[in-house]
């Protein structure tokens, strides 16, 4: 079975304060994304990953950086959190080169900015 | 822009009743299709993935796909309370590489004893 992991179940943090959400997965896939899930907006992709040190923008990239040095690990990093960043934040991972790109998700991380 | 719209819901079925949700989307070319059960507080979950017109069946889950209406749907059968969730639709688009989804807003379903 695929095993996607998150960091962090919740997370509370500070206006201003760097945030590094991490993300690990064991099935050696070579994609791996980034959402964040809020009531009513459904779920955006911030940033997505296609190999180590290799990425993408989503629809919603501003306020966030990623990094992946390792293919088994995909990191979010909100560089000066903000109030408005506060979500559900999920991390997905796919196999690449198939015709069926199923995604699967980690359990997220919930995100409180005060 | 790329779409994938679902019924609106919320949608509420009696227990053992047949529970339908529905999904189109925009972009003729799209190849794959997905749908996911998400639990309140819960991560997103797939239970169904399906890529070539026609039904497909798993357990009391059946995915429909008609390429040429653009339009996929989910049947639960023989509905029961932990059905309870949100149902979200996901669609991989033709041209998409490194398997990118476009997901729609969600169905939330209830099902009541």
Same mark, same amino acid.
């Given at each position: 079975?695929?095993?996607?992991?998150?960091?962090?179940?919740?997370?509370?943090?500070?206006?201003?304060?760097?945030?590094?959400?991490?993300?690990?997965?064991?099935?050696?896939?070579?994609?791996?994304?980034?959402?964040?899930?809020?009531?009513?907006?459904?779920?955006?992709? !911030?940033?997505?990953?296609?190999?180590?040190?290799?990425?993408?923008?989503?629809? !919603?990239?501003?306020?966030?950086?990623?990094?992946?040095?390792?293919?088994?690990?995909?990191?979010? !990093?909100?560089?000066?959190?903000?109030t408005?960043?506060t979500s559900?934040?999920?991390?997905?991972?796919?196999?690449?080169?198939? $015709?069926?790109?199923?995604? $699967?998700?980690?359990?997220?991380?919930?995100?409180t900015v005060? | 822009?790329?779409?994938?719209?679902?019924?609106?819901?919320?949608?509420?079925?009696?227990? #053992?009743?047949?529970?339908?949700? @529905?999904?189109?989307?925009?972009?003729?070319?799209?190849? /794959?299709?997905?749908?996911?059960?998400?639990?309140?507080?819960?991560?997103?979950?797939?239970?169904?993935?399906?890529? /070539? @017109? #026609?039904?497909?069946?798993? #357990?009391?889950?059946?995915?429909?796909? @008609?390429?040429?209406?653009?339009?996929?749907?989910?049947?639960?059968?023989?509905?029961?309370?932990?059905?309870?969730?949100?149902?979200?639709?996901?669609?991989?688009?033709?041209?998409?590489?490194?398997?990118?989804?476009?997901?729609?807003?969600?169905?939330?379903?209830?099902?009541?004893?």
């Amino acid at each position: 079975d695929v095993k996607v992991t998150q960091s962090s179940r919740y997370l509370v943090k500070r206006t201003g304060e760097k945030v590094f959400l991490e993300c690990v997965q064991d099935m050696d896939h070579e994609n791996m994304f980034w959402y964040r899930q809020d009531p009513g907006l459904g779920l955006r992709l !911030i940033y997505f990953s296609y190999d180590v040190k290799m990425k993408e923008k989503g629809d !919603i990239p501003e306020g966030y950086s990623v990094s992946r040095e390792k293919k088994e690990r995909f990191s979010l !990093i909100l560089e000066s959190a903000s109030t408005n960043q506060t979500s559900m934040y999920l991390c997905a991972s796919t196999e690449s080169g198939r $015709y069926t790109y199923e995604q $699967y998700f980690g359990p997220g991380t919930r995100l409180t900015v005060t | 822009q790329k779409e994938v719209e679902q019924n609106s819901g919320p949608l509420s079925v009696p227990e #053992g009743a047949i529970a339908s949700l @529905n999904c189109t989307y925009s972009d003729r070319g799209s190849q /794959s299709f997905f749908w996911y059960r998400q639990y309140s507080g819960k991560s997103p979950e797939l239970i169904m993935s399906i890529y /070539s @017109n #026609g039904d497909k069946e798993d #357990g009391r889950f059946t995915a429909q796909l @008609n390429k040429a209406s653009q339009y996929v749907s989910l049947l639960i059968r023989d509905s029961q309370p932990s059905d309870s969730a949100t149902y979200l639709c996901a669609v991989r688009a033709g041209g998409t590489s490194y398997g990118k989804l476009t997901f729609g807003q969600g169905t939330i379903l209830t099902v009541h004893p």
